[in-house]
């Protein structure tokens, strides 16, 4: 085990660590960047009835479902695609509405999570096509879908899900380009650049790793919190949910995500000195808004970590932490906010004593209903 480790204390450093090498390999052979394309093998046979669905519907669990959601977005901005996600569990049991008109992703990291298998199973009876996201090559939701992308992130070993998230919103961005571009719906020069920034991914979350040191110092002031509020809006919504859940996770810090705006129906009630609140601030066009979320916490004096892009100084001036991340296009922004995240709720679960690759109660997959 310690030779699989790599050298790492845990599979879950290892696997943060590896993030640079598993979205390259994820991205290889699928990005053409002299031509601004994109190829996915896996749906050149449904290519033609994703273009023309009506609606797509992503199901998963978990941290897979955090990436559906970030999909949804995704989707919808730059394929105008109308979107559902859904949780696995939820869609499985209820009157669900879904047809041949319909197209059904399923997201998962091992293609085994028995609430996705019965989402895709219910899906497929009704007659809609479906596609999967897998990890895991030849797994049971790998097989039964009608067409899909692997990760290719290589074995995850620790519960805590982290290349199998960048990979999957990796596969998810690129899919979504694709159809934009299918769907003529996406501008010429806007895939451009997002197909040259996607190549960039894995140099800039490289960057983010090497600054790890000041993150490991950070957790150390936050080790013995109670509580953490993480605050994104749009494309860091959804890695706000997931940031959260690193934390509960492996630390067993009760933590919860929000969208920023949402804070004054309810959370904002719960600011004090002792809340550390994570402001997820990497999104252009919502950064004033941001801004204001940042001054109403500060007013209750909550203590502010804040994820912004290296040059927002607005933002980087008001936290009392900050963790820099390398400028991006703003729908490709969570393949960056969500490193410091992981590296965050490690280095406190590692403080606290927690079994990170194994904590209790949870499974790597969970194959009962
Ligand atoms: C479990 C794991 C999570 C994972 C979820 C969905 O809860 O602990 O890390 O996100 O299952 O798993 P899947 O393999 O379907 O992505």
């Given amino acids: 085990e ?3 480790k790599g050298g790492y ?11 640079p090498r598993a979205i390259a390999d994820c991205l290889r052979g699928r990005l053409d960047v002299e031509n601004h394309s ?16 009506k609606r797509l519907v992503i199901a998963a669990c978990g941290t897979s479902w955090h990436s559906g959601l970030l999909g949804e977005y995704l989707f919808e901005h730059l394929a105008k695609l109308p979107v559902e996600v859904e949780y696995a569990s939820e869609f499985r049991y209820r009157e669900a509405l879904i047809d041949e008109d319909d197209v059904m992703l399923v997201v998962s990291q091992s293609g085994e999570t028995a609430d996705t298998l019965a989402a895709l199973r219910t899906a497929k009876e009704r007659g809609a096509l479906t596609l999967g996201i897998c990890n895991v090559v030849g797994s049971t939701i790998a097989r039964d879908t009608d067409a899909g992308v692997y ?25 979504a380009i694709l159809l934009g571009q299918k769907r003529g719906v996406l501008e010429k020069e806007y895939a451009a650049r997002l197909i ?27 080790t013995y919190a109670p509580n953490f509020l ?5 494309y860091n919504f959804p890695v706000a949910l997931e940031g959260a859940l690193k934390l509960k996770e492996i630390s067993y810090i009760h933590a919860e995500g929000y969208p920023a705006a949402e804070m ?33 916490v500060k007013a209750r004096k909550g203590r502010i970590i804040a ?21 991006t296009e703003d729908c490709l922004s969570p393949l960056l906010t969500s490193i410091p995240l992981q590296l965050l709720s490690y280095y406190i679960a590692v403080n606290r004593g927690c079994n990170v690759d194994q904590p209790r109660n949870l499974a790597k997959s969970v194959t009962v209903e």
Avoid: W
């Fill in 151 to 175: 990760t290719h992130a290589g074995p995850e070993i620790g519960v805590a899900s982290t290349k199998a998230f960048t990979t999957q919103v990796s596969v998810l961005a690129m899919m």
């Fill in 9 to 19: 204390p845990h599979f879950m450093l290892k696997e943060i660590f590896e993030q």
């Fill in 307 to 327: 994820i912004t892009g290296e040059d927002n100084e607005e933002v980087m001036d008001l936290a009392e932490f900050n963790c820099p991340i390398p400028e």
């Fill in 38 to 53: 994109i190829q996915l093998g896996g749906l050149v046979d449904v290519l033609d009835k994703l273009v023309n669905a």
């Fill in 230 to 234: 993480y605050l994104g809006r749009t």
């Fill in 264 to 296: 004054k129906h309810g959370p904002i009630a719960l600011i004090d000195e002792m809340m550390p609140v994570v402001v997820i601030a990497a999104t252009d066009h919502t950064n004033d808004k941001m801004i204001s979320n940042i001054e109403e």
């Fill in 196 to 222: 040259e920034e996607l190549d960039r991914i894995p140099g800039k979350v490289e960057q983010i790793l090497e600054n790890s040191e000041s993150i490991e110092e950070m957790a150390k002031l936050f």
């Fill in 2 to 4: 310690e030779i699989e």
